[in-house]
T-cell receptor, first 115, second 118 residues
């Protein structure tokens, strides 16, 4: 079975600064997807960024980037130029590459951006 | 893009009654949908996998007689909370993954449903 671990329950960052959220996972699969989802108070699940395990290049989406270390099974999220709207819960998630399988989520990190 | 819609967004029901939550895929056919439950300040917990035309697969510890799942068509899955009790109050959210590669292997979530049992 796959597990996803987020070791930082809460984090805070000053507006315009950079913050990194940690995520590690455990799997015996060789190919899979990793995701970061943002959940604001509305509870809507918003996809932030996605990484395919067979791609060595780290994914980037505007101010959001990941550091994917496959051997170490680590998938951290870096948020640059933090904005007040980035305040939310962030969930790291794993999904097998093949088959119609669900996402496996970490426990989440509550990020607060401070003005 | 692909959209998953969930209804109702909010529902209040009395103890002992049943309530139904719908999850629809609006522009793709979903043979499989997933139902999650989220307690306050916690992560999403997978409750069950909904399979079109067959029985749902429930996760360990989830009462299948209490949380009835029906996936009668390729665009609709329903979750019925039967004989609801206050401890069933929670946020329920569904998700679906469009078939094939056209959507980039992305999972789409419904808006979620807040259930309050009084």
């Amino acid at each position: 079975a796959q597990t996803v671990t987020q070791s930082q329950p809460e984090m805070s960052v000053q507006e315009a600064e950079t913050v990194t959220l940690s995520c590690t996972y455990d799997t015996s699969e060789s190919n899979y997807y990793l995701f970061w989802y943002k959940q604001p108070p509305s509870r809507q699940m918003i996809l932030v960024i996605r990484q395919e395990a067979y791609k060595q290049q780290n994914a980037t989406e505007n101010r959001f980037s990941v550091n994917f270390q496959k051997a170490a099974k680590s998938f951290s999220l870096k948020i640059s130029d933090s904005q007040l709207g980035d305040t939310a819960m962030y969930f790291c998630a794993f999904m097998k590459h093949t088959g119609n399988t669900p996402l496996v989520f970490g426990k989440g990190t509550r990020l607060s951006v401070i003005a | 893009g692909a959209v998953v819609s969930q209804h109702p967004s909010w529902v209040i029901c009395k103890s002992g009654t049943s309530v139904k939550i719908e999850c629809r895929s609006l522009d793709f056919q979903a043979t499989t949908m997933f139902w999650y439950r989220q307690f306050p300040k916690q992560s999403l917990m997978l409750m069950a996998t909904s399979n079109e035309g067959s029985k749902a697969t429930y996760e360990q510890g989830v009462e299948k007689d209490k949380f009835l799942i029906n996936h009668a068509s390729l665009t609709l899955s329903t979750l019925t909370v039967t004989s609801a009790h206050p401890e069933d109050s929670s946020f329920y959210i569904c998700s679906a993954r469009p078939p094939g590669q056209g959507y980039g292997n992305t999972i789409y979530f419904g808006e979620g449903s807040w259930l309050t049992v009084v």
